[in-house]
């Protein structure tokens, strides 16, 4: 999967695979540390385009898309498709939900 | 810029809220508009420290999180409630906002079945920076390592780890360093509070930034006159000539120098 240049349609959002995100702030400290250093940089940035991606990481554009690449499939990124040009964003949640029975957190409702 | 400051400490008990509400309100009497924003969603209690009842809120980070109000909505103004010694209001020249957690057991239940999206809070604390056109914001954590506290250290201009010097302290603030790395935290500095009159100021603060390779911002000794307040006010307003204040505007003057 490519991505596309500044001012493209991005790939929608739809073409993550199910059940991998949103990813937790636990899950990003066990990436490798290029795609870790994307995704604080991101959630720093609350988001950002192909472009400004390339423009800060001065890395070649093939090895960042391999990595958004990565880091969509892993579900830490969403593409924000309403936004021109297109936006990568974090995609996380501050915990996954508790297993605990549902009467117990009733009970303190 | 506004620089966005998370106060941390790897244990409970650090003195971490009032610290927090020190400093800050240190940072405003330089004429500075600061928010603080109480993540500590589990365990809230900066409020206290400024005067505030649950019932003088009417609106929490929490129903922000629910999409119930605007951050702005849940930012009140307690420039007014802040008081010296003799109940005086203070003479503080900025403006201090806080955003408090809810206090009620079931939305503090809720916000730890359900979550939150971590995007949403980062919105809050930017939709914080520019409504209120703040020059500071403070995050109060929760102690400890858990999701919410690993948001505000990844969003922050400046990190501050408070400790205590005790061997279990020691070693956490270690962990947390470590993931304060992990996380590209630009600016670290270490505060050691309720130290023990034994130990030479010197000594002490030597002995810590030799451990960490952090330099230590300020180092604070236990007192009688903390203990007696118990939360109930600002330190630096009720004891303005008191070494703890001296050394609570040392610190506002390094983090508004930092700018």
């Known amino acids: ?109 | 810029m506004t620089q966005v400051i998370s106060i941390h400490s790897f244990r409970g008990g650090t003195g971490k809220s009032n610290l927090t509400a020190n400093i800050a309100t240190a940072v405003a009497s330089q004429g500075k508009r600061v928010a603080i924003v109480d993540t500590d969603i589990q365990s809230p209690g900066i409020h206290v420290l400024f005067g505030l009842d649950e019932e003088d809120f009417t609106h929490s980070l929490n129903d922000y999180l629910w999409d119930k109000c605007s951050a702005k909505d849940a930012a009140y103004d307690v420039t007014a409630h802040v008081v010296t010694a003799s109940g005086a209001p203070a003479d503080i020249s900025g403006t201090v906002y806080l955003v408090p957690s809810s206090l009620k057991a079931g939305e503090i239940a809720k916000i730890l079945r359900e979550g939150y999206d971590v995007g949403l809070l980062n919105d809050g604390f930017h939709d914080l920076i520019n409504q209120l056109n703040l020059d500071y914001l403070f995050i109060d954590t929760h102690p400890g390592l858990n999701e919410e506290t690993l948001l505000s250290i990844a969003i922050s201009d400046r990190m501050v780890i408070i400790l205590r010097p005790d061997r279990q302290d020691f070693l956490g603030t270690a962990v947390t360093l470590e993931v304060a790395q992990k996380l590209d935290v630009p600016d670290i500095t270490l505060l050691v509070n309720k130290a023990p009159d034994i130990y030479p100021r010197e000594t002490l603060i030597d002995k810590v930034q030799t451990q960490y390779g952090v330099p230590v911002g300020g180092l604070f000794y236990e007192n009688d006159e903390m203990l007696q307040l118990a939360s109930g006010g600002i330190f630096w307003l009720h004891h303005p000539d008191h070494a703890f204040s001296q050394e609570v505007h040392n610190v506002a003057r390094q983090l508004t120098a930092a700018e």
Not at chain 1, 33 to 49: F, I, K
């Open chain 1, 1 to 109: 999967m490519t991505y596309p240049a500044h001012g493209e349609t991005p790939a929608p959002r739809q073409q993550q695979p199910h059940g991998t995100g949103p990813r937790t702030m636990t899950d990003l400290l066990g990436l490798p540390d290029p795609e870790r250093t994307l995704v604080n940089w991101l959630v720093r940035q609350r988001g950002a385009s192909l472009a400004d991606i390339l423009a800060h990481t001065q890395t070649e554009p093939a090895a960042v898309q391999a990595t958004l690449d990565n880091l969509l499939t892993a579900g830490f990124l969403t593409v924000d498709e309403a936004s021109d040009p297109a936006l990568f964003k974090p995609n996380l949640v501050s915990r996954k939900p508790r297993t605990l029975p549902d009467q117990l957190w009733n009970a303190l409702d």
